[in-house]
């Protein structure tokens, strides 16, 4: 097969994820083109790799156009992450099947695999759970699932900032618990209800609440954050503070004692700093899970890394600790990338691809 990689991304945690392949490929004599929008499209300005195609496709892109791209294109293979709401990855998936191209997934999220219905020859995974849970779905039975590591594990497993321990260290002189919500979508509000009731009618002390929404909800949604902001103002028996942005959420998340999501990558990066996770599944963000990763519970949480919640709870930092009982086995292993090119170059021995 041509070394010659076309790799399609939408979001910044695809980007994150797949764009140390790129380098590692870059690094073995690989040829890497870039075809990326949204919020992914300036992170690759930033690396060495040539961005082929860039905001004109942020519009949604059908299959044909895609296609019409690889005919001219080429590549010996494409490589996608599979974002939320899915466009051109989903659009260039699909085209490199009708097309023959071999086709690599590298998903930055479990369950992200949901969000097309291409069929991939080699869907990269990041752990055993995710590979058992991919191997479980009929339509990858001829896609090769192979467990890579992950790329980000070096940051997800370091300490937290100098900023972040500052805070930290600030609230527990107060001997306040703090209590990280890390927003998502619209059911951003189940999670601030959720907080400010478990305080309210389940648990004394001391709390400080740090709230961060998604970034891509200030321009996209103001009046949701206006919203949000009017239920983070009513809780009478914590203080709400802003934190500089910073500071990363995933960074705050090292250090508050709590951190609440749905299922946001941040409650794997409060897991593995020892802290507590807590997936809130109202019925509005179950069903948002459903739709954006096909799974409805988050999968730490079968483990006992994580806590389910689907009501108030008592927060006290004992009570919640006896619930987890699988921390400290739940850890995330270095991306492997020799091991991923030499998957990728694998694929040299099935049929080269018939473009003209």
């Not at 999670?191 to 648990?203: E, L, Q, W």
């Not at 507590?276 to 483990?303: F, N």
Request: aromatic letters at 6%; a negative charge.
């Amino acid at each position: 097969m041509k070394r010659d990689a076309l790799l399609v991304t939408k979001d910044i945690g695809g980007v994150r994820v797949v764009c140390p392949l790129a380098d590692a490929l870059k690094h073995d004599g690989w040829s890497t083109r870039v075809i990326a929008e949204g919020k992914s499209l300036p992170l690759w300005r930033e690396t060495g790799h040539t961005l082929l195609v860039g905001g004109q496709l942020a519009q949604p892109l059908d299959i044909d156009a895609a296609e019409v791209i690889l005919r001219s294109e080429n590549p010996g293979v494409v490589i996608t992450t599979l974002g939320s709401p899915i466009n051109l990855e989903d659009a260039f998936s699909h085209a490199a099947n009708r097309l023959d191209i071999p086709l690599v997934w590298f998903p930055d999220v479990w369950g992200a695999e949901t969000r097309s219905q291409a069929i991939p020859d080699i869907v990269f995974a990041f752990d055993e759970t995710e590979r058992l849970v991919l191997e479980g779905q009929p339509r990858f039975e001829h896609s090769r699932i192979e467990v890579v590591g992950h790329p980000l594990a070096d940051e997800m497993l370091a300490g937290p900032s100098d900023e972040a321990q500052r805070i930290a260290v600030g609230a527990h002189i107060e001997n306040s618990t703090i209590i990280l919500i890390a927003g998502q979508g619209e059911y951003t509000g189940d999670m601030i209800d959720f907080v400010a009731n478990s305080i309210a009618h389940f648990t004394e002390g001391k709390f400080i609440i740090i709230p961060r929404f998604h970034p891509k909800y200030k321009d996209d949604k103001p009046e949701w954050i206006a919203a949000w902001r009017e239920r983070l103002d009513a809780i009478q028996d914590a203080a709400v503070i802003e934190v500089d942005p910073r500071v990363s959420t995933d960074d705050l998340a090292r250090v508050a004692d709590i951190t609440v999501s749905s299922f946001s990558t941040t409650l794997t990066y409060a897991a593995l700093a020892g802290k507590i996770p807590i997936s809130v599944t109202t019925p509005a963000a179950r069903a948002a899970m459903v739709k954006s990763t096909g799974l409805d519970h988050y999968p730490p949480t079968r483990i006992g890394a994580a806590i389910e919640a689907t009501e108030p709870m008592h927060l006290a930092l004992d009570s919640l600790r006896k619930k987890l009982g699988g921390q400290e086995a739940f850890s995330v292993e270095a991306f492997d990338a020799r091991r991923a090119i030499r998957v990728i170059k694998g694929l040299a021995l099935r049929p080269e691809a018939k473009v003209s």
